[in-house]
């Protein structure tokens, strides 16, 4: 009885050193996993594209159809790096805005940004200046415009307002 009464107290313990140890070795791995999956959002392209994105968002997911399924944004998006963060991410990220190398959660950028109306989208330089910031959807056709807008350099000389009324795109 002595021997199962010790057996029984053994095991009872390496459980419940098992349970507190797994908590921490699970904080430890997905602490690890945060350092290696910080994405970066420099662009490599002269200028670049954030997609500022909410799980809840409908035209977020109709705009993801949409860069998916038009080629007439397919094209246009070509010479633009192309990036999404989601509002309610905690995922580390890594971006230059402002000409300074900024490491964040998605969730802190997007409020760094203002970005909390969605989609939220953010036309940017590989300086990190921001050229434009759109709050809310846009047709592919009008989105076409603005990529334009942007890509052609016209954002130097005229507002986009302008721009898309003397393309027909407003």
Known sequence: MRVWVGVL?????????????????VQETSQAQSVEEKKS???????ALLIVESKSCIYCKQLDKDIKTEKSLQEALKDIDLF?????SYTPVQANFGGQILEMSENELA?????????????????????????????????????????????????????????GCA
């Open 84 to 88: 999404k963060i989601l509002f309610e």
């Open 111 to 167: 409020r760094f940004l203002n970005a909390t109306s969605f989609p939220n989208l953010i036309f940017y330089d590989k300086n990190g200046n921001i050229i434009l910031q759109i709050p809310g959807y846009l047709y592919p056709s009008q989105l076409v415009c603005v990529i334009d807008y942007v890509k052609s350099g016209a954002y130097k000389s005229e507002d986009v307002n302008s721009y898309l009324k003397k393309k």
């Open 41 to 47: 959002l420099i662009p490599s392209k002269d200028y």
């Open 9 to 25: 107290s053994i095991l009872i313990l390496a459980l419940i050193g098992c349970e507190n140890r797994q908590p921490s070795s």
